[in-house]
């Protein structure tokens, strides 16, 4: 497939969250006729509520030998990391199944080494758009301290550090004098134990960063269509999208960035990804009593604490649930309760709750690239935890694609073809 350089190419993007609008940015900045559809304004599904983190270290999966047997333990847990809606339970295990199979230890190591090539530049596409488009104010470069309760916690946690090593990731063990100039308001007890990731970093407000990446892009010319894809189409020279208010868009290139919605629009294309909905959930404090300068990680309560410019964002959770199922709240207040467990001071006024769904695949990989047949149709969906993280170097790869050039990466691991 080639591309003619005297011709701007005609591109419809769907979706606008994070991975949407960075590549609606990156295809506008190198001249691409860019379209962006979405029932929702830009950075405000599931790119809005997000714990905020900028991850360059998180290239590990979340099945790994061993991961399937914390589950009862979790489910049993009141307070615990991940909760299944028994009712969907069904409908789930297939994708359950495929996720134990993928936390073999062959296929745990070829998961690494991908994503490690594509978190490896994660920070520099991150610099790249904030600075072009002014809003680098946006992201602080702090770091993350990780939060163990004893040191059974964290030599449990050793093959993480094993695989830092292996890649070059830095991190520090902190003392507790260390700990405490860092964050005095965090309460470890005598046994507790904090490492801190220097690679982290984080944003003051994720649904901004979105917005600005799109509004970016419309300033520059994109075209905004608020309204929802009912219908696609593709052949060997361009696609087709009809819209629910009948407006039909036609273009050279379709970029499928729908997040958990992405399915619905890949049957139609003769394919269909083991792509579900990990719901994550965030109580949002305006004005806490407790100051953070660091994102912090309870790593076996999975629950993350970020400051934020509108306040305390206590983010975190697993729930699986079908798509169409009602927010359970009650994850977002147990959030704060695991919360009180390092922060045992932390309360605050004005608290709103939240619920985002997380495209999540088996493997923990996004699925990226062109579909084979339908060369066109080029996949950024199914980022799970990292489609902040990986939006702009998302974006980069795309418009690569578009304008046939070489992505900095092998692609293959990410093909759509693995499944």
């Known amino acids: 497939m080639t591309v003619n350089p005297d011709i701007a190419p005609r591109c419809i993007v769907i979706g606008a969250g994070i991975v949407g609008s960075a590549c609606a940015w990156h295809l506008r900045r190198r001249g691409a006729e860019v379209t962006v559809i979405d029932p929702v304004m830009p950075g405000q599904s599931t790119s809005f509520g997000n714990a905020g983190c900028i991850s360059p270290s998180s290239v590990y999966p979340f099945s790994y030998p061993g991961a399937i047997r914390q589950v009862p333990a979790w489910l049993l847990d009141p307070l615990g990391p991940m909760r299944i809606r028994w009712a969907h339970a069904l409908a789930l295990a297939p994708w359950f199944w495929r996720f134990w199979r993928a936390g073999n230890a062959r296929r745990v190591d070829e998961i690494i080494a991908a994503q490690a090539t594509l978190m490896a530049v994660v920070t520099a596409d991150f610099d790249e758009i904030l600075h072009a488009t002014g809003a680098s104010a946006l992201r602080k470069s702090a770091g993350l301290i990780l939060l163990y309760a004893n040191e059974a916690e964290l030599a449990?946690?050793?093959?993480?550090?094993?695989?830092?090593?292996?890649?070059g990731l830095p991190w520090q063990r902190l003392t507790p004098s260390e700990l405490f100039a860092l964050e005095p308001s965090v309460q470890l007890g005598a046994e507790g134990i904090a490492v801190l990731d220097p690679t982290w970093q984080h944003v003051v407000s994720p649904a901004d960063v979105?917005?600005?990446?799109?509004?970016?892009?419309?300033?520059?010319?994109?075209?905004?269509?608020?309204?929802?894809?009912?219908?696609?189409?593709?052949?060997?020279?361009?696609?087709?999208?009809?819209?629910?208010?009948?407006?039909q868009v036609q273009g050279e290139f379709l970029v499928l960035a729908a997040g958990v919605w992405s399915n619905n629009l890949l049957v139609q294309l003769g394919h269909r990804v083991p792509l579900v909905a990990k719901r994550g959930y965030h109580s949002m404090l305006a004005h806490p009593n407790v100051q953070l300068s660091h994102p912090l990680m309870s790593v076996s309560r999975h629950v993350v604490v970020t400051p934020?410019?509108?306040?305390?964002?206590?983010?975190?959770?697993?729930?699986?649930a079908k798509i169409d199922a009602k927010p359970d709240y009650r994850r977002a207040r147990a959030l704060l309760q695991n919360a009180r467990r390092f922060l045992p001071g932390l309360a605050g006024s004005e608290v709103t709750e939240w619920m985002g769904q997380r495209p999540m695949l088996p493997d923990s990989m996004p699925v990226l690239g062109p579909i084979p047949g339908r060369e066109r149709v080029l996949c950024a969906f199914g980022h799970g935890h990292y489609g902040l993280t990986q939006g702009p170097t998302t974006g980069k790869i795309v418009a690569d694609l578009v304008f046939g050039r070489a992505p900095h990466i092998d692609l293959s691991p990410f093909s759509i073809t693995r499944f």
Do not use: P, Q
């Not at 449990?156 to 890649?167: E, G, L, Q, T, V």
């Open 156 to 167: 449990a946690d050793a093959w993480h550090y094993d695989i830092r090593h292996k890649h």
């Open 210 to 247: 979105a917005r600005n990446f799109a509004e970016s892009a419309f300033s520059g010319g994109a075209h905004w269509l608020h309204d929802k894809v009912s219908r696609v189409e593709s052949d060997e020279s361009s696609v087709t999208v009809e819209t629910l208010s009948g407006k």
């Open 308 to 320: 934020m410019r509108d306040g305390l964002r206590v983010a975190g959770t697993a729930e699986f």
